[in-house]
């Protein structure tokens, strides 16, 4: 059908392309169907006569809407969510080299939230969604399985049995490459900076230290609490200013660090040269001269591009990619100025 814009069909550009119009449909809908010649043959003539696809067609013949649907969770006050951000940006890019687009809606968390989605379901929105941010007793992946609605996950089931197709990121084995980088500079009193027990995500990388520090004989030393930098700035002062204060700290993420480092300056001692601290999701700030964080980084790319290919894979849109319904993926552990070999340790604080 013409478009308004251009007047090119999918008879024109298949002319163009000499292909026929169900190459075309191909290369729109499913291009790894499609020769990789035969496919940039037909991607040119699709620019050179600027044919759009009438989506209100297809959908009609199709009784699909192109659309994924994603809720957006609000940041908490103060807090910065820099990998989610990315992700929805390689979700969004890689739908659209389908030719499909991500709904962005928000709904209340937990079970209160579950009548957002049955009212898109309901209105055919989307075909199908993408979800992030999972939580222990998540009720999506379960709910979303009952109602035999396609979905695919950035995050794990935290708890029970796991529902549905998900793709992670493995934070047990980040935090333990963390501890074994600094074990291998010298460090031996490493303390690590987490969230409350009961975050799936948070939980996962307390694990990794504990396991790394008891396989090498460290005491683990763990302080928690809710917050981004500015609890990270004061659970890093109250380990500073204890008895035998650690020369190094493993971060929960980037935020609780960047309060690490502001706790290392209020106290005149240097990052990498008196206490070593490691973040973890290695965020552009991360990278900052006079910053220079070592880091976790997350595949979040690579990732994004994964769930949106197993969601297309369960929509029929693209051939199921082979291989586990369950991805985990291991972060790489980016080095940066702020963790050294060990020094003589921060002298514990004296009373005047």
């Not at 049955?118 to 199908?128: I, K, M, T």
């Amino acid at each position: 059908m013409a478009t308004p814009e251009s007047g090119a069909t999918l008879e024109s550009v298949a002319s163009a392309a000499g292909v026929s119009r169900q190459t075309v449909s191909n290369v729109l809908n499913a291009p790894e169907r499609v020769a990789p010649e035969t496919r940039e043959r037909v991607e040119q003539a699709i620019r050179a006569l600027r044919y759009r696809p009438n989506r209100s067609a297809r959908s009609l013949r199709t009784r699909m809407s192109n659309l994924l649907g994603y809720c957006v969770q609000p940041a908490a006050a103060g807090n910065l969510n820099p990998v989610l951000d990315r992700f929805v940006h390689a979700v969004t890019e890689s739908a659209a080299e389908h030719g499909f687009h991500v709904l962005l809606f928000t709904a209340p968390a937990g079970s209160a939230g579950l009548d957002r989605y049955a009212e898109l379901l309901a209105q055919r929105a989307v075909d199908g969604f993408v979800l992030a941010d999972t939580v222990v007793a998540d009720p999506r992946p379960g709910w979303l399985t009952e109602q035999g609605v396609p979905f695919v996950a950035f995050g794990r089931s935290w708890s029970g049995p796991d529902r549905g197709r998900w793709v992670d990121v493995d934070g047990a084995a980040g935090m333990t490459e963390a501890v074994e980088h600094l074990h291998a500079l010298g460090h031996r009193r490493i303390a690590f900076i987490g969230w409350p027990e009961g975050s799936g995500v948070g939980d996962d990388r307390v694990a990794g230290y504990t396991a790394a520090c008891l396989r090498l004989g460290l005491d683990p030393r763990i302080v928690r609490a809710e917050g981004g930098a500015g609890t990270g700035r004061a659970l890093a002062g109250t380990l500073l200013d204890g008895p035998e204060p650690p020369t190094a700290l493993v971060c929960v993420s980037d935020e609780s660090a960047y309060g690490a480092l502001r706790a290392l300056a209020d106290r005149g001692l240097r990052p990498g040269e008196d206490v070593a601290v490691v973040g973890f999701d290695d965020t552009p700030a991360a990278r900052l001269p006079g910053v220079d964080l070592t880091s976790l980084s997350q595949p979040i790319e690579q990732i994004g591009r994964e769930v949106v290919q197993m969601l297309l894979g369960l929509l029929g849109v693209v051939e199921l990619p082979p291989g586990p319904e369950h991805r985990l993926l291991r972060p790489t552990l980016a080095v940066r100025a702020s963790s050294r070999p060990a020094g003589p340790a921060p002298a514990a604080p004296t009373e005047a």
